[in-house]
Protein backbone atom coordinates (compact mmCIF):
# COMPACT_ATOMS: atom_id res chain seq x y z
CA UNK A 1 0.00 0.00 0.00
CA UNK A 2 1.28 3.30 -0.86
CA UNK A 3 0.78 6.74 1.09
CA UNK A 4 0.54 9.78 -0.16
CA UNK A 5 3.73 11.89 0.48
CA UNK A 6 3.14 14.48 3.46
CA UNK A 7 4.65 17.38 3.20
CA UNK A 8 5.07 19.92 0.55
CA UNK A 9 8.83 18.39 -0.96
CA UNK A 10 9.27 14.93 -1.56
CA UNK A 11 11.98 13.43 0.56
CA UNK A 12 15.50 12.19 -0.55
CA UNK A 13 13.98 8.55 -0.99
CA UNK A 14 10.78 7.43 -0.91
CA UNK A 15 9.14 3.99 0.53
CA UNK A 16 8.97 2.07 -3.12
CA UNK A 17 13.25 3.24 -3.42
CA UNK A 18 13.75 2.20 0.32
CA UNK A 19 11.81 -1.20 -0.11
CA UNK A 20 13.41 -2.21 -3.70
CA UNK A 21 17.15 -2.08 -1.90
CA UNK A 22 18.85 -4.70 -0.60
CA UNK A 23 18.79 -3.98 3.48
CA UNK A 24 18.07 -7.29 4.24
CA UNK A 25 14.80 -6.04 6.44
CA UNK A 26 12.01 -7.01 7.17
CA UNK A 27 9.77 -4.22 6.52
CA UNK A 28 6.40 -5.77 6.70
CA UNK A 29 7.52 -5.74 11.07
CA UNK A 30 7.81 -2.12 11.35
CA UNK A 31 6.30 -0.72 13.10
CA UNK A 32 5.15 -3.80 14.73
CA UNK A 33 4.42 -7.27 14.10
CA UNK A 34 1.00 -6.91 13.75
CA UNK A 35 0.69 -3.31 12.15
CA UNK A 36 -1.70 -3.02 8.96
CA UNK A 37 -0.60 -2.29 5.84
CA UNK A 38 -1.44 1.36 5.69
CA UNK A 39 0.18 1.74 9.07
CA UNK A 40 3.72 0.17 7.83
CA UNK A 41 3.29 2.42 4.87
CA UNK A 42 2.85 5.48 7.26
CA UNK A 43 5.99 4.47 8.93
CA UNK A 44 8.18 3.87 5.91
CA UNK A 45 7.22 7.38 4.92
CA UNK A 46 8.51 8.57 8.21
CA UNK A 47 11.34 6.62 8.15
CA UNK A 48 12.42 8.17 4.62
CA UNK A 49 11.44 11.76 6.05
CA UNK A 50 13.74 11.51 9.20
CA UNK A 51 16.72 9.69 6.27
CA UNK A 52 16.29 13.30 4.50
CA UNK A 53 16.67 15.26 7.18
CA UNK A 54 19.81 13.21 9.13
CA UNK A 55 21.01 13.61 5.46
CA UNK A 56 20.77 17.70 5.33
CA UNK A 57 22.15 17.59 8.74
CA UNK A 58 25.26 15.71 8.11
CA UNK A 59 25.70 17.81 4.73
CA UNK A 60 25.00 21.14 6.98
CA UNK A 61 23.14 21.76 3.61
CA UNK A 62 19.86 21.68 1.67
CA UNK A 63 21.17 18.98 -1.31
CA UNK A 64 17.33 19.86 -3.33
CA UNK A 65 17.32 22.65 -5.42
CA UNK A 66 15.95 25.30 -3.91
CA UNK A 67 15.22 29.08 -4.64
CA UNK A 68 16.63 31.05 -2.16
CA UNK A 69 17.04 34.95 -0.94
CA UNK A 70 19.93 35.60 1.23
CA UNK A 71 20.94 39.11 2.92
CA UNK A 72 24.34 39.78 4.00
CA UNK A 73 26.55 42.63 5.06
CA UNK A 74 29.97 44.23 3.67
CA UNK A 75 32.27 44.46 2.85
CA UNK A 76 33.63 41.97 5.35
CA UNK A 77 34.05 38.16 6.11
CA UNK A 78 31.77 37.18 2.97
CA UNK A 79 31.49 40.20 0.98
CA UNK A 80 35.00 41.50 -0.40
CA UNK A 81 35.76 43.85 -3.20
CA UNK A 82 38.70 43.95 -4.84
CA UNK A 83 40.45 47.12 -4.76
CA UNK A 84 42.12 46.79 -8.68
CA UNK A 85 38.82 45.67 -10.53
CA UNK A 86 36.32 46.71 -8.25
CA UNK A 87 34.26 43.15 -8.43
CA UNK A 88 32.26 41.90 -5.25
CA UNK A 89 32.74 38.83 -4.44
CA UNK A 90 29.71 37.17 -2.26
CA UNK A 91 30.01 33.86 -0.39
CA UNK A 92 26.33 32.34 0.16
CA UNK A 93 25.52 29.90 2.31
CA UNK A 94 23.66 27.52 0.27
CA UNK A 95 26.23 25.20 -2.57
CA UNK A 96 26.21 24.77 -5.51
CA UNK A 97 24.85 27.64 -6.88
CA UNK A 98 23.45 26.96 -10.23
CA UNK A 99 21.61 30.44 -11.34
CA UNK A 100 21.23 33.82 -9.95
CA UNK A 101 18.11 35.35 -10.60
CA UNK A 102 18.95 38.94 -9.50
CA UNK A 103 19.37 40.92 -5.79
CA UNK A 104 19.50 44.32 -4.49
CA UNK A 105 21.96 46.62 -2.81
CA UNK A 106 21.22 49.30 0.12
CA UNK A 107 23.46 51.51 2.07
CA UNK A 108 23.28 49.67 5.52
CA UNK A 109 21.87 52.49 7.59
CA UNK A 110 18.61 53.08 5.45
CA UNK A 111 16.07 51.81 7.55
CA UNK A 112 14.10 50.49 5.70
CA UNK A 113 16.18 49.66 3.19
CA UNK A 114 17.12 52.01 -0.18
CA UNK A 115 17.38 49.54 -2.90
CA UNK A 116 19.21 49.71 -5.73
CA UNK A 117 18.75 46.93 -7.93
CA UNK A 118 20.88 44.66 -9.50
CA UNK A 119 20.28 42.31 -12.66
CA UNK A 120 20.62 39.00 -12.69
CA UNK A 121 23.28 40.29 -15.64
CA UNK A 122 25.36 41.95 -13.43
CA UNK A 123 26.08 38.47 -11.89
CA UNK A 124 28.66 35.63 -12.75
CA UNK A 125 28.86 32.48 -10.95
CA UNK A 126 32.51 32.24 -9.55
CA UNK A 127 32.59 28.53 -10.03
CA UNK A 128 29.73 27.15 -12.33
CA UNK A 129 29.01 23.54 -12.45
CA UNK A 130 30.06 21.56 -15.23
CA UNK A 131 27.36 19.03 -15.16
CA UNK A 132 27.32 16.13 -17.16
CA UNK A 133 26.40 16.03 -21.45
CA UNK A 134 25.06 19.46 -21.36
CA UNK A 135 22.58 18.59 -18.26
CA UNK A 136 22.59 22.28 -15.86
CA UNK A 137 22.35 20.05 -13.46
CA UNK A 138 25.51 19.13 -11.02
CA UNK A 139 27.40 16.54 -11.77
CA UNK A 140 27.91 13.56 -9.28
CA UNK A 141 31.27 14.56 -8.55
CA UNK A 142 29.46 17.76 -6.37
CA UNK A 143 31.57 20.09 -8.16
CA UNK A 144 30.73 23.90 -8.66
CA UNK A 145 31.03 26.46 -5.77
CA UNK A 146 28.92 29.25 -3.13
CA UNK A 147 30.01 32.21 -4.39
CA UNK A 148 29.12 34.90 -6.44
CA UNK A 149 30.65 38.21 -8.53
CA UNK A 150 29.20 41.49 -8.85
CA UNK A 151 29.53 44.10 -11.41
CA UNK A 152 31.51 47.51 -9.88
CA UNK A 153 29.33 50.08 -8.62
CA UNK A 154 26.91 47.95 -6.36
CA UNK A 155 29.36 47.43 -3.23
CA UNK A 156 32.36 49.33 -2.74
CA UNK A 157 33.95 50.59 0.86
CA UNK A 158 32.35 54.39 0.37
CA UNK A 159 30.28 53.24 3.53
CA UNK A 160 33.11 51.42 5.54
CA UNK A 161 33.40 47.98 6.81
CA UNK A 162 29.50 46.52 6.94
CA UNK A 163 28.26 49.58 5.23
CA UNK A 164 26.32 47.78 2.67
CA UNK A 165 22.85 45.36 2.82
CA UNK A 166 23.00 42.82 -0.13
CA UNK A 167 20.26 40.67 -1.25
CA UNK A 168 21.07 37.96 -3.39
CA UNK A 169 18.11 35.46 -5.15
CA UNK A 170 19.76 32.02 -6.40
CA UNK A 171 18.91 28.80 -7.17
CA UNK A 172 21.08 25.95 -5.76
CA UNK A 173 21.35 21.99 -5.73
CA UNK A 174 19.89 19.17 -7.16
CA UNK A 175 16.97 19.33 -8.91
CA UNK A 176 14.52 16.62 -7.30
CA UNK A 177 11.00 15.70 -7.37
CA UNK A 178 8.55 13.21 -7.93
CA UNK A 179 5.26 12.72 -10.27
CA UNK A 180 1.88 14.47 -8.65
CA UNK A 181 -0.23 12.67 -11.55
CA UNK A 182 -0.04 8.93 -13.76
CA UNK A 183 1.79 9.50 -17.42
CA UNK A 184 1.34 6.73 -20.23
CA UNK A 185 4.43 5.85 -22.14
CA UNK A 186 4.65 8.11 -24.99
CA UNK A 187 4.42 11.52 -23.12
CA UNK A 188 6.57 14.10 -23.31
CA UNK A 189 4.99 16.21 -20.56
CA UNK A 190 5.05 15.51 -16.50
CA UNK A 191 3.18 16.91 -13.65
CA UNK A 192 6.03 17.14 -10.98
CA UNK A 193 5.60 18.63 -6.89
CA UNK A 194 8.32 20.53 -7.49
CA UNK A 195 10.13 22.39 -10.74
CA UNK A 196 12.92 23.75 -9.08
CA UNK A 197 16.11 24.14 -11.49
CA UNK A 198 14.80 21.72 -13.73
CA UNK A 199 14.56 24.43 -16.74
CA UNK A 200 17.27 25.42 -18.89
CA UNK A 201 19.29 28.69 -17.30
CA UNK A 202 19.82 29.83 -20.86
CA UNK A 203 16.62 30.33 -23.19
CA UNK A 204 16.66 27.74 -25.98
CA UNK A 205 19.60 25.51 -23.76
CA UNK A 206 19.10 22.01 -22.03
CA UNK A 207 18.08 22.18 -19.00
CA UNK A 208 18.72 18.83 -15.86
CA UNK A 209 18.42 15.97 -17.13
CA UNK A 210 17.29 13.31 -14.33
CA UNK A 211 16.48 9.84 -13.80
CA UNK A 212 12.65 8.51 -13.16
CA UNK A 213 13.01 5.85 -10.37
CA UNK A 214 10.72 3.28 -11.25
CA UNK A 215 11.87 -0.29 -10.58
CA UNK A 216 12.64 -1.61 -13.94
CA UNK A 217 10.77 0.62 -15.83
CA UNK A 218 13.71 3.31 -14.89
CA UNK A 219 14.60 5.05 -17.38
CA UNK A 220 16.42 8.95 -18.23
CA UNK A 221 14.68 11.80 -19.31
CA UNK A 222 15.77 15.93 -20.12
CA UNK A 223 13.82 19.05 -19.14
CA UNK A 224 13.97 21.53 -22.03
CA UNK A 225 11.09 23.78 -20.10
CA UNK A 226 8.87 24.53 -16.72
CA UNK A 227 6.02 25.94 -16.35
CA UNK A 228 6.89 27.18 -13.00
CA UNK A 229 10.11 28.31 -11.52
CA UNK A 230 9.45 26.21 -8.39
CA UNK A 231 6.65 24.63 -6.23
CA UNK A 232 4.17 22.58 -8.48
CA UNK A 233 3.62 22.34 -12.42
CA UNK A 234 4.67 21.23 -15.83
CA UNK A 235 7.93 19.84 -17.11
CA UNK A 236 8.31 19.27 -21.03
CA UNK A 237 10.90 16.62 -21.41
CA UNK A 238 13.47 16.09 -24.53
CA UNK A 239 12.03 13.16 -26.03
CA UNK A 240 8.76 10.83 -25.26
CA UNK A 241 8.75 8.25 -22.13
CA UNK A 242 9.67 4.83 -22.75
CA UNK A 243 6.83 3.57 -20.25
CA UNK A 244 4.88 5.00 -18.01
CA UNK A 245 4.90 5.99 -15.06
CA UNK A 246 2.29 6.26 -11.65
CA UNK A 247 2.15 9.01 -9.12
CA UNK A 248 4.66 9.71 -6.55
CA UNK A 249 7.21 7.75 -8.79
CA UNK A 250 10.51 9.90 -8.22
CA UNK A 251 12.11 12.11 -10.65
CA UNK A 252 15.83 12.84 -9.56
CA UNK A 253 18.86 14.26 -10.99
CA UNK A 254 20.92 13.52 -7.31
CA UNK A 255 23.90 11.39 -7.39
CA UNK A 256 23.87 7.60 -6.66
CA UNK A 257 25.36 7.78 -3.60
CA UNK A 258 23.58 10.70 -1.96
CA UNK A 259 20.87 8.04 -2.21
CA UNK A 260 22.63 5.49 -0.55
CA UNK A 261 23.24 7.39 2.47
CA UNK A 262 19.86 8.46 2.78
CA UNK A 263 19.18 4.55 2.50
CA UNK A 264 21.50 3.54 5.25
CA UNK A 265 19.83 6.34 7.55
CA UNK A 266 17.13 4.85 6.97
CA UNK A 267 17.89 1.20 7.89
CA UNK A 268 19.58 1.98 10.21
CA UNK A 269 16.51 4.06 12.26
CA UNK A 270 14.84 0.13 11.76
CA UNK A 271 18.10 -1.41 13.52
CA UNK A 272 16.80 0.83 16.33
CA UNK A 273 13.85 -1.10 17.15
CA UNK A 274 15.59 -4.01 18.52
CA UNK A 275 18.90 -5.53 18.96
CA UNK A 276 18.45 -8.69 17.45
CA UNK A 277 15.28 -8.30 15.80
CA UNK A 278 17.37 -8.38 12.39
CA UNK A 279 20.61 -9.19 11.42
CA UNK A 280 22.66 -8.03 8.82
CA UNK A 281 24.42 -10.94 6.48
CA UNK A 282 28.38 -10.43 6.51
CA UNK A 283 29.90 -12.44 3.20
CA UNK A 284 30.94 -15.51 5.03
CA UNK A 285 27.20 -15.66 5.23
CA UNK A 286 27.35 -14.76 9.30
CA UNK A 287 24.92 -12.75 10.92
CA UNK A 288 26.07 -9.36 13.22
CA UNK A 289 23.48 -8.20 15.22
CA UNK A 290 22.16 -4.77 14.59
CA UNK A 291 23.80 -3.00 17.64
CA UNK A 292 26.96 -2.33 15.71
CA UNK A 293 25.43 -2.27 12.49
CA UNK A 294 23.23 0.96 13.34
CA UNK A 295 25.85 3.02 13.83
CA UNK A 296 27.96 1.46 11.17
CA UNK A 297 25.16 2.31 8.50
CA UNK A 298 25.12 5.93 10.05
CA UNK A 299 28.78 6.04 9.63
CA UNK A 300 28.87 4.47 6.29
CA UNK A 301 26.50 7.36 5.50
CA UNK A 302 28.30 10.13 6.37
CA UNK A 303 31.02 8.72 4.51
CA UNK A 304 29.79 9.09 1.18
CA UNK A 305 28.18 12.30 2.05
CA UNK A 306 31.56 14.38 2.45
CA UNK A 307 32.11 15.66 -0.78
CA UNK A 308 28.41 17.39 -0.34
CA UNK A 309 29.27 19.03 2.93
CA UNK A 310 28.90 22.95 2.42
CA UNK A 311 32.19 24.78 4.10
CA UNK A 312 31.71 28.80 5.01
Known amino acids: MAVTIAGPL ?33 EQMNLCQRATSMVETCTNNILRATVD ?35 QSSYAGAFPPQWTVIPASQFAIERPVIGIYGSSAPS ?11 APGYVDWFYGRRGYLLQVTYINGWPHCSLTAAVTAGSSTIEVDDCT ?55 TTFPQQVILAAIFFATAQALVRGATATTIQSISGTGQAT ?22
Open 10 to 42: TPYITPQILLNAPTGISWKTIPAIDATPAEQAA
Open 69 to 103: TESLYGPDFRITVNRDTYVTRAELSRYPVTQVLGG
Open 140 to 150: NSGDGGQSVLI
Open 197 to 251: GWAPVTAGGQGAGGIILDGDDQEAATVTAATAQSGPGTLTLGAPLSFGHGAQVVF
Open 291 to 312: ASGHYELIKTGEELLWPYRRMI
